[in-house]
């Protein structure tokens, strides 16, 4: 029986995981650097920290962190100011977990200022039960600290959370903590791992609503 909904955010209600790619692959590039593809992929779903400690092993002393930072951010916001879409299916699966009642809860590996800045305009963000984000845990995904705070939070146990992902690192951090997982992918598909820890894999979060029932 599923009482409770705990989303991701970035990939997974918006189509943010874009704008982060392309704002580190520039930052990168324009620093002398090539953080290609396939590198790039080890980050989904990872918290910056341990993203900039991989680019700093991977690129070596001669690599700039604080100038990438600032290239980077400069990229991220000009990018948003463009305007960030919420992913097919989010509205009306929020409206749903309302209406039978669920609780919900927003779990993501960003940091709070951002998730502020996404939801804007908006009044989700009060109508979630609960809110982790990086500065909330000590270990980020896919490490299961994320989800077990919200399931304590929200005094459930993880077994009745249906956790929703577009990551393979999100689906082994709420499969590990116990919880019942959906991965809807974003820029990567499932590892072939993954794939057996998810209890379902969908192509858009219009399809969640009939796992409810």
């Not at 927003?106 to 500065?135: C, K, M, W």
């Amino acid at each position: 029986m599923i009482s409770t909904l705990l989303f991701d955010m970035d990939g997974l209600i918006f189509d943010t995981e874009w704008v982060y790619k392309s704002s580190w692959q520039y930052a990168a590039k324009q620093l002398g650097f090539d953080l290609n593809d396939d590198f790039y992929q080890g980050f989904i779903g990872v918290q910056d920290p341990q993203c900039e400690q991989m680019l700093c092993d991977k690129f070596g002393p001669s690599f700039d962190l604080g100038q990438f930072r600032v290239l980077k951010d400069q990229r991220s916001a000009e990018l948003h100011q463009q305007g960030i879409d919420y992913k097919p299916g989010f509205h009306a699966l929020f409206a749903l977990a309302k209406q039978k009642h669920l609780k919900t809860a927003l779990v993501t590996s960003s940091h709070l200022p951002q998730v502020r800045h996404n939801f804007a305009g908006s009044d989700y963000l009060d109508q979630f039960d609960v809110i982790v984000t990086a500065e909330d845990v000590e270990n980020g995904k896919p490490k299961p600290d994320c989800y077990l705070k919200a399931c304590r939070l929200l005094g459930v146990t993880a077994s009745e959370c249906l956790v929703l992902e577009d990551s393979n690192n999100g689906i082994r951090s709420g499969y590990h903590a116990g919880c019942q997982t959906v991965m809807i992918p974003d820029l990567l598909p499932p590892q072939p791992e993954v794939a057996k820890m998810a209890d379902y894999i969908v192509d858009s979060l219009e399809q969640v609503g009939p796992l409810l029932d």
